[in-house]
């Protein structure tokens, strides 16, 4: 029986893609070849090409076949020789491949293989109806098929030869390798001559000669795709733990293998060399003893720095520096000015000299320093405990988003040490606390207090209000107002000061605060709202008309200085209470003050007026003693003198708010506790 008859032609097409044609019909049906892998850097691809068949159909008593079905590929195209084979399954009496090599189905006598010509761009096939007939057996295998496709995607199986398996495998198509190549004058001239676009554009790429033309490889030592710029790209050998047995090193398209001192290479294998194992121990000794003796100072230096570069770095995580960096990040500006380093910090202080101390507030020590020509006031944690570093972290945060005249401003912070610290702008002339509580006169007179009140008011309104988010402080208290040189408050201390999100009123926290000061409500249920800073302020206000102790202040009957003011204000008795230098210099608004200082220490949060209620009463109370003149010498924490004048206060609005009435605002009890 005769081998079906497959013609290798070798033409040429100008087009890319693939014709499949029966010439039986006189006509042709392009079909595109799906190409399901491209590897450019060699050249291939994987197309899909269709698998022939002459089959018997027992319902028409006729035999059917692919006869003079044809494949034509583009002339950029050929079959790969190497990767493909032409498959073939005769049923009959035997089947034989005249003058070929069996390949993979050898094994059995109905399936034979044959390898490619070279440069086969074009195969036609056509079956033989009278030489390969199959009515007799077509119950078991009624068909024969032939194709052309890649070798190591065929795996005989035995069903192929007794059923349709193999045609229906993948939809009547099987993989077939194709080479391609650049098609100019079939040679790599196009690299030399100008007028040709030269494929092979990366950098350590090659020309390939083929039967196509021509196509690029990268060269040896470099892997890549040869067809983009600097798409090739080195090998790294000594990835390959068998490359060298030695030391290895690396080098564009190659590496060196070589043997450490005191070992030869022999063999691709590094072995011991006598002659050189002697002076190993020598020279070694010698060069340890002489680095140590000359290196050792230097090596311990360097030792040590990179021991305190670790510590710096340490207490910067411990104490929450990325944290930080984050809640500035938003902005840049601030991020650029904000982290100052230890060594500046102590160079500002004179390595926290002692007599550089200036105060200290509940949550830490005061230093003055000189930072960028600038006097800085520099705050050092107490207690090394995470509560404290918590707190650090609060007031920055919170600080960072405040900017009013009437806050502190916030310079900087130091995170390299195990203590936190704060630089903050020098505020000159000490705290509210250190003027009031000295004996005798006091050299800030009523009309100061009062507008001491307002700007603290002013302060706390906007925290409550008209910041980024509520903040609410906490800890309003007399020491932590500073007072600068012409005395202007400024709230400080913001360490117990807590974000409120904008749709809350409050919020359940860790009691915090000064007693004497501290909201009782707050004290008992710790709930936070912004009428516990109301109540702290009504306390401040009290302090400023009596100049007691809020703290440590007990009266006959035993009570905290809020229950006695109340309890005098309301028997008509605060001469008993009010300082004298106050009662002298009060121009008549001294009842109102005390009045709105009892509101604000009511016991129940929702009875108190909020900061902006309080801010727009002292406005109207300051502008009763706009351009009152009056000149006095200010007592100076430093004990310096200067002659200060204040002519003119005026109101920031002209609103004024609800006027309080003291028999029927004052109903507390004088009897709860504090």
């Known amino acids: ?136 057996i077509w119950g078991t295998a009624p068909c024969n098929y032939i194709t052309v496709m890649e070798k190591a995607s065929f795996k005989f199986s035995t069903t192929y030869l007794t059923s349709g398996a193999f045609y229906d495998k993948d939809h009547a198509r099987a993989p077939v390798v194709v080479e391609w190549a650049i098609a100019q004058r079939n040679t790599c001239e196009a690299r030399i001559d100008k007028t040709l676009q030269y494929a092979c554009v990366s950098r350590n790429s090659i020309c390939i000669r083929n039967d196509a033309g021509y196509a690029c490889n990268c060269s040896a030592g ?64 010698s060069l340890f003893i002489l680095v140590l003796g000359l290196g050792g100072p230097f090596i311990m230096r360097k030792i040590k720095l990179h ?54 507030g509940g949550h830490g020590i005061v230093f003055k320093g000189i930072l960028d020509l600038h006097v800085v006031a520099i705050k050092k944690s107490k207690i090394v405990v995470q509560r404290e570093i918590d707190e650090f972290i609060n007031e920055v945060a919170v600080l960072s988003q405040v900017n009013h005249r009437n806050v502190v401003k916030l310079l900087g912070c130091c995170l390299e040490t195990e203590v936190p610290l704060l630089v903050y702008e020098f505020i000159s002339n000490g705290t509210l606390y250190n003027h009031l509580h000295v ?141 004298p230098q106050a009662m002298d210099e009060e121009n008549g608004d001294l009842q109102e003050v005390a009045t709105l200082a009892v509101i604000c220490t009511k016991l129940r949060g929702e009875d108190r007026p909020t900061m902006r209620e309080v801010e727009m009463k002292l406005e109207n109370l300051v502008g009763k003693n706009k351009l009152v003149p009056c000149t006095t010498t200010p007592r100076r924490n430093d004990g310096d003198e200067a002659q200060v004048q204040y002519l003119s206060i005026e109101p920031a609005t002209k609103e004024s708010s609800r006027q309080y009435t003291m028999e029927r605002e004052i109903q507390l009890s004088s009897s709860y506790p504090r």
């Open 1 to 136: 029986m005769e081998f079906p008859r497959l013609l290798l032609l070798s033409c040429l097409l100008v087009a890319v893609w693939v014709l499949v044609a029966d010439a039986a019909a006189a006509r042709r049906r392009p079909g595109c070849a799906t190409s399901s892998t491209a590897r450019p850097w060699d050249s291939k691809a994987w197309v899909k090409t269709p698998i022939y068949r002459q089959c018997y159909d027992q319902a028409t008593n006729r035999i059917f076949h692919h006869s003079n079905k044809w494949m034509k590929l583009a002339s950029h195209y050929v079959l790969s020789r190497d990767d493909n084979k032409v498959t073939v399954y005769t049923i009959g009496c035997t089947a034989t491949c005249e003058a070929l090599k069996n390949g993979s189905c050898s094994r059995t006598v109905e399936c034979c293989q044959m390898s490619l010509p070279k440069a086969v761009r074009n195969y036609e096939v056509n079956f033989n109806g009278e030489l390969y007939n199959t009515t007799q």
């Open 222 to 285: 470099y892997q890549g795709n040869p067809y983009i710029a600097d798409g090739c790209k080195d090998i790294d050998e000594c990835l390959n733990v068998t490359a060298c047995a030695g030391i290895c090193t690396n080098t564009l398209g190659s590496f060196t293998c070589s043997c450490p001192w005191g070992k030869t290479m022999i063999g691709n294998v590094c072995v011991k060399d006598n002659q050189k194992s002697i002076w190993i121990p020598v020279v070694g000794t």
């Open 307 to 360: 021991k305190v570069k670790k510590m710096k770095q340490r207490f910067f995580n411990q104490n929450h520096g990325l944290l930080l960096q984050q809640l500035i990040s938003h902005n840049s500006d601030i991020g650029e000015r904000m982290i100052i380093t230890l060594r500046e910090i102590e160079k500002a202080t004179d390595n926290f000299d002692r007599a550089r101390v200036v105060g200290g």
């Open 439 to 579: 004996d005798g006169t006091i050299s800030i007179l009523w009309v100061d207090r009062l507008r001491i009140a307002l700007e603290v008011a002013r302060a706390l309104s906007y925290l409550h209000s008209a910041a980024s988010m509520p903040i609410f402080h906490r800890d309003i208290k007399s020491s932590n107002i500073l007072l600068d040189n012409s005395l202007t408050a400024k709230v400080s201390d913001f360490g117990a000061s807590r974000y409120i999100p904008i749709d809350q009123i409050g919020v359940t926290t860790v009691v915090q605060g000064t007693l004497g000061y501290l909201d009782p409500m707050y004290h008992y249920t710790g709930r936070l709202t912004d009428k516990s800073d109301v109540f702290s302020f009504g306390v401040l206000l009290i302090e400023l008309l009596t100049r007691k102790k809020p703290s440590i202040y007990r009266s006959d009957d035993g009570d905290n200085l809020v229950s006695h003011f109340e309890k005098m204000l309301a028997t008509s008795n605060l001469i008993g209470i009010i300082d």
